[in-house]
């Protein structure tokens, strides 16, 4: 062996992968054979542990601990996702945002939501705004017309996920590739109404690369996730965990968990409870109880019909 080094798996095509060492290299290399025997699959955003041999072939050696998985897309170790929401145009639908932030919150992902087309409707903008402060998630306001927006969210990325992989969702037309246009134009994504895009087949899923925060800021550590075409943690992930842990995923419920009269409370209906109270006193925003409230229902239905 001539040297060994840890790094980041930031793209894989057939068979091969791309690593990005904590050196700031990027090499290509193959697994050992070993992973293939012991069913281990590289993941894009999986930490690794690399080493060249004296014939100067690059091998994967080890794959690290993850911090998370994700289905799909296929991925490991996110952790922040900016969750846009747009004012109209789509129109926000808050039990699907509110789902992709619960499997977030699951899978130990900081979100941070993005109000997206905010020239359309400031009444929407602050109403969304409004709910996730109040849920304690940091939000920011963006749209093409204002350049404020862009600027806030720049510097944030470069700040708050330092050293860690940052990834962008949200559902179809809410204006993912125009944002990461805005912040990085050398990403050059294809942008588009929805009806274009299904005109051009939206749903070819392409596979997801990680950028490095040195490319894109020009320094830092760090890597923004390219998730086109598709929303990110898709909602498969949500089948693995049980209406249990549901209350723990809104975290906003987290101070009147275990205040409620009854100790199997599901903090719907039930008398005395704390959650509803809280609710009822302004402290937590109707449409995050709604979502918990249909969110609840699909999971006890799952488990109910048997997997
Ligand atoms: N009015 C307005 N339209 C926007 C804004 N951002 C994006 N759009 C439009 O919304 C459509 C969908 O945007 P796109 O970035 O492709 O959405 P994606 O599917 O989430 O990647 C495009 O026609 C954009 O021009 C915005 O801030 N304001
Ligand atoms: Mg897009
Ligand atoms: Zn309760």
């Avoid at 690399?50 to 690290?64: C, Q, R, T």
């Avoid at 990680?210 to 923004?224: H, I, R």
């Avoid at 723990?248 to 275990?258: M, Q, S």
Wanted: net charge neutral; aromatic share 10%; with cysteine.
């Amino acid at each position: 062996m001539t040297w060994e080094q840890n790094g980041t798996v930031i793209a894989s095509e057939g068979g091969l992968y791309e690593i990005y060492t904590d050196g700031g290299e990027r090499i290509q290399c193959k697994p050992r054979g070993r992973f293939r025997h012991e069913k281990k699959k590289l993941l894009v955003g999986d930490r690794v542990l690399v080493s060249a041999d004296e014939a100067g072939n690059k091998w994967v050696d080890e794959i690290l601990e993850r911090k998370n998985r994700l289905l799909r897309p296929p991925m490991a170790n996110v952790t922040h996702l900016f969750l846009l929401i747009s004012t109209a145009l789509p129109d926000p639908v808050y039990e699907n945002a509110d789902k992709l932030i619960a499997i977030a919150e699951e899978n130990r992902i900081e979100t941070r939501i993005v109000v997206s087309k905010c020239d359309l409707s400031s009444e929407k903008a602050e109403e969304i705004r409004a709910v996730y402060e109040k849920a304690g998630y940091p939000v920011f306001l963006f749209s093409t017309a204002e350049v404020g927006g862009r600027e806030r969210l720049f510097s944030y990325i470069q700040r708050d996920c330092a050293g860690g992989i940052a990834a962008f969702a949200g559902a179809s037309g809410v204006g993912k590739s125009t944002l990461l246009n805005s912040l990085f134009p050398a990403l050059g994504r294809e942008t588009g109404s929805v009806s274009e895009k299904i005109g051009r087949g939206k749903h070819t899923t392409r596979a997801v690369n990680l950028f490095p925060f040195a490319q894109l800021f020009g320094e830092g550590q760090g890597f923004l996730a390219d998730t086109p075409g598709f929303s990110l943690l898709d909602f498969e992930n949500f089948d693995f965990f049980g209406v249990e842990a549901l209350p723990l995923n809104f975290k906003e419920f987290a101070p009147y968990l275990g205040h409620c009269r009854y100790t199997k409370c599901s903090h719907r209906k039930e008398e005395g409870c704390a959650v509803l109270k809280a609710l009822e006193e302004g402290k937590i925003a109707p449409t995050r109880h709604k979502s918990y409230c249909i969110l609840y229902d699909q999971l006890k239905n799952k488990r109910e019909w048997g997997q």
